[in-house]
C-alpha cells in the first residue's frame, strides 16, 4: 500500500498542517518521551538477565526504538525489523518495564497498514508474539507465560493488528473510491462536451434556415435597390453595393461558421425552424393530453427568429420535462414578462418527481447553450414550495430588437 495513502485518515486540526514525515516525526518523539519515562518509573528488572547494561542503556535503546518509528510509511518492514531486534535486547539486558513492548506495538500496526503485502501483517504479528515469549521465558522462566503481563502484551498485540488491518481496508476502500470518483467525473465531462458538442451542431442546423433566409433577402434587397438607384446621386449607389458586397461576405462567413458545428453529412434540417405559431401549436397540442398548461403574458411581437427558435425550443424541452419526470400535476404555468432585464421566460409546474428517470441531463444542457447563443442564461432547479419545478430563460434586452 502506498504510504501516501495515510493522507486519508482524519488527523488533528493542529497537526494538518504537517506533511506525513512531519507528523511521524512527532509520533515517534512522543512515544520514545512516553516509553522512557515508563522505564524511568518501573523500578523492576527481571532476575534471568543475560547481560546489564548502564542506566543509560536501556534508554538509548528505547530511543533508537521510538526514531524508527519515523519511516513507518515508508520502510515499515525494515521499523518492525529493528523494532523486534531492540525490543528483544532490551529484555534481554533484564528490564521488566512495558515500554519495549508499547513501541512494538505501534511498529506492528504500522506493518500491518503500510506493508506492500498483507500477509507482512500477520507474521509480523507472529513474529511478536515470538519476541515476547523469548523475553518473557528468558526474564522469568516458563512460567511467566502463564502471568497476567503475558496474556495482557498478547492481547495488546492482537487488537494493535486487528486495528491495522480494519485501516489498512479502510484506506484502500477510500483509494478505489476516490480513483472510481476521478474516473466518472472524466466520464462525466466527457459526456458533457458531447452533449454540448451534440446540441449546437443541432442549434446550427436550425439557425442554418433562419440566417440564411435573413441575409438572402438583404442580398435580394439590396441587389434591386442598387439597380433602382442607377438612376439617382453616384452615393446613392455606392452605398447599396457596400450593403449587397457586406451582405454577401456575412453569409459566406456564417455558413463557414456554422459548417463546423454541422454534421459530417453537411444535413440541413428540411422542416422550417419553429416560430410563434408552431409553439401556440404546441401548447394546443399538450392541452389536448390533459396537461393543466395555462400561460400568463404573451411574447413580443417583433422578435427576430433566432430569439424566437430559442424560447421555442426551450419552452418545449421543459414541457416535455413536465411530461417524463412529473405525476399528479395540478398545474403547469408558461409565464412571460418584457422588461427592462429582457425577456423572462418560466415555466413552473406544481408536481412530485416520478422516481426513477432516464436521461444524463442533455435537455438541460441544450437550454443552457441555446440560452448562451443569445447572452441569456437558464436557472433550473426545483420550486422553495416543495413540490414542482421551475425552469426560467433570461434573454437580454439587445437580443431582443
Known sequence: MDAADEGQVRVPAPLARLTAQQRDAVL?????????????????EAPGALARLPDWGPVLLLAAMAATLVWRRARPELVMTVAGLLTAAYYFVGEASPAAMLLLTFALYAI???????????????ACWFFMTLSFVIGGGLGSVASASYVLSGFVFTVAWTLGVQTRARLALTAELRRRNA??????????????????RRIARELHDVISHTVSVVVVQASAARRVGARDPVAVQAALGAI?????????????????LRDDDGATPDDPAPGRTALAGL????????????T???LPDDLPPGVELTVHRVVQEALTNVLRHAEDVSEVV????????????????????????????????????RAALHGGRVVAGPRP??????????????VLT
Open 334 to 369: 408558461l409565464a412571460v414578462r418584457d422588461d427592462h432585464d429582457g425577456l423572462h421566460v418560466e415555466v413552473r409546474d406544481d408536481g412530485r418527481p416520478a422516481g426513477f428517470t432516464e436521461g444524463a441531463g442533455a435537455g438541460l444542457v441544450g437550454m443552457r447553450e
Open 28 to 44: 515517534a518523539g512522543g512515544l520514545g518521551v512516553l516509553a522512557i519515562g515508563l522505564h524511568v518509573g518501573f523500578d523492576e
Open 112 to 126: 500491518t497498514v503500510f506493508a506492500e503485502q498483507r500477509s507482512e501483517g500477520w507474521l509480523s504479528l507472529l
Open 283 to 294: 401548447l394546443d397540442e399538450l392541452r389536448s393530453t390533459g396537461m393543466p398548461l395555462r
Open 244 to 260: 449587397e458586397r457586406s451582405a454577401r461576405e456575412a453569409m459566406g462567413e456564417l455558413r463557414t461558421m456554422l459548417g463546423l
Open 183 to 200: 474516473q466518472l467525473a472524466v466520464l462525466r465531462e466527457r459526456e458533457r462536451d458531447e452533449l454540448v458538442a451534440e446540441e449546437r
Open 385 to 398: 414550495t416543495g413540490r414542482g419545478y421551475t425552469v426560467h430563460l433570461v434573454l437580454p434586452t439587445k
Open 296 to 298: 400568463e403574458g404573451a
